[in-house]
């Protein structure tokens, strides 16, 4: 099946954790500056992010109660009309993310339409309530992700070439362990967090288990502060 070029662009402390305290460091000051400046680097039009990382900046929350659905629409993907061809790619399987508007408008950042990914758990009244507020919207898997078709979704219906997958841990996986992700980019700061609850950058959820996946390294180069910027190929 089609699908764009993806790359998985992650910061990460020495061990591999992708959240906690070691954001706060100052050593990590450096490594945070590198992580934002590469995310242009790759020019990808489209970031994903999973449903903790879209509740940490772009999406408004969760919804408490919808109102019922006033029309049906179905479940057949919808492309809100957008002039705006970056996008935000939102995994949530159970359509539960609500937003104060069809874009994500963050400082230093191009402007960026929403697209949300939905299963088939998704209800009548989130998707009414989807198209109420301009976001587009496609669906993949009955109730867990089928991710070779979303990626394909996006290439199809949206012209996304070339995508970046921005985490958390659950979500990086589940495109990682079926082979899908091309690239992987990882800036690492120069410290060392041994919380044992902080996400690491692969995070498995239930009884996803598979076999663990290969990459080839491509370049290696550190930079002021200590820090490491780390490229590797699918093998
Ligand atoms: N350091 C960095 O570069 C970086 C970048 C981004 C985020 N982060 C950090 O990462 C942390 C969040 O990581 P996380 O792993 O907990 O969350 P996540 O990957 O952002 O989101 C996990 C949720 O997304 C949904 N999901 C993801 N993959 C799915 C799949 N294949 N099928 C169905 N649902 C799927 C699930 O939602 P449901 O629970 O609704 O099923 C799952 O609980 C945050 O603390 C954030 O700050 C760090």
Redesign the pocket.
Known sequence: MEKPYVVC????SLDGK??GDF?SAQEARPALRE?GDLRNYFHCNATL??????L?GYAAGVAEKLPEAVEDFGQEDYIAPSDVHNYIVS????G?LVFDSPYSERKGRAKAHIIETL?KKASAGYIAYLRSVGVSYIFA?ED??D?PLLLHKLKQKFGIERLMI???????W?FAAEGLIDELSIVIAPVADGNRSA?SIF?E?GS?SRPPVPYTLKEVKSFEGDGVWLRYLKK
């Open positions: 662009h992650m910061l990460t992708i959240d954001f992580y992010y999973g449903r903790t990382t879209m940490g995994l949530d399987p159970d539960v299963t898997g867990r992700f991710c921005a985490g958390g841990g659950v979500t990086n589940s996400v995070e959820a996803m």
